[in-house]
């Protein structure tokens, strides 16, 4: 179990946690939720250690496994070692006992030595490389990679392998932020089956739904400063939180309705002969004076696509041959076709080729053999992975003054209603593009393709800096848009709602799949 106990925490501009008390018990896996800024990962990391709390503390288990981000501190250590380092104890008692050996045999030394091995059976150490390797081989890690360098591993392994030492050694307590970031489908298919079987006190920040749906049996939701529990998964969490919050909103117009027949009466009779009714009324409207309704943290944006009236050609994308290299073969051979009105999100490991494929049919790279064809009448919107080339062009602009460069003859009610739309309300709309975060740069992205109403849309992992409404808003909007769409991403939610069509990186080689998802994973178990 894992307790806090009044734990606070201000920061420059505000207070993230003030006095929360909580408890997350064994066997049961949370899911920490709230939007970005919320202190989802801040609270990880006061739970951990890593950052202190303003005030309050925290009780731990014993063993605690947590998914770190530091991948330079292991770039010279051996990946199966990596992930053995996840049991610490196990760890140091393997190291004293190499530094041991080394040395002239003693009594002294001869005893210790027993009491590390005694200490090793204890930790399952006997079998640690055989475990290690099972977690490996269940991320998707080759074997050739075992005994190399984290350094000779691409850097979406590596994050990999740092999720499989987090997973090592059977902790009480799991702490996973973001844990599906690096991982192909295949991979969080793996993770969920491995998180359903865990016993310990599982807490798992994720912005993939469809992963905490799957994943959660309750939900701490990070809302009005404080953590408010509720059972069942996120979309259970999301129905619970609304029907109350829609319970307050009813009970604080009842209030208010009653406090105005009452203030009606007094004004009646204040000066007549019923004074002792009047003076009763007025002490029943100072009790009944409801309290300041907070604003709960759900905001889902409203994302719309609406294509301009130029329709394009039934052909979008004619793509024959198309070869890609860079220090390694990326892209080869690949001939394949996108239709006016497709839905195909592009999936598959990461550094297989998938943003390579959407920058060679948006012209960003050229293919080093076959070719692209555009169709007739075709407007692409693309939305980069990378939103460095926005910020350097437009940093110094506003958000309004951004957006009208994005269409000519706007009127600030047009841009003012789109930035709404996408929660940049009020003063945000004079934000800075250049001191944006990358969820609302990405949201910022969007409003100008609302504005710009492309007719076909290529979007390379939009949902990366978005939280869990903002995905749901995208996937609907997607879903709705009567244009053309081609997207790589890792979210389950986002490619089973919005796609109809696929194209799977598989060993490095793409292929065409004309089904959904949940039509690829079939026929990939049959």
Known sequence: MIVLE?????????????????????????????????????LMKIIMGIEEPTSGQVVLPEKVGFLKQNIEEFSDCKVIDVVVMGNTKLWEVLEERDRLYEQEMTDEIGMRLGDIEETIAEEDGYS??????ILLEGMGIDSEFYEKKMNQLPTDQQFKVLLCQSLFGNPDALLLDEPTNHLDLKSIRWLEEFLHNYKGTLIVISHDRHFLNAVATAIADIDYDTIITYPGNYDDMIGMKTSAYSRQVEEVKAKEKKIAQLKEFVAKFSAGSRASQVQSRKKEIEKLQPEELKKSNVQRPYIRFVPTDVKPGQRIFDVKNISKAYDHPVIKDFTFEVLRGDKIAVIGNNGQGKSTLLKLLV????????????????????????????LEKYGDMNLVDYLKTQKQGLYDQEIRSALGKMLFGGDDAFKLVKNLSGGESARLILASFMIRQPNVLVLDEPNNHLDLEAVSALAWGLNEFKGTVIFAAHDQDLVSKSAKKLIAFENGTPQFFNGTLEEYFAKQNS
């Open 128 to 133: 640690a490389e055989s475990d290690a390797e």
């Open 363 to 390: 012209g960003e790279v050229e293919p080093d053999s076959g070719s692209v064809e555009i169709g007739h009448n075709v407007d692409i919107a693309y939305f980069s992975q990378d939103h460095k080339d926005i």
């Open 6 to 42: 009044k734990i606070s925490k201000k920061i420059p501009t505000r207070t993230l946690f003030d006095e929360v008390c909580a408890s997350f018990k064994s066997g049961e896996r949370y899911g920490l939720t709230g939007p970005n800024g919320a202190g989802k990962s801040t």
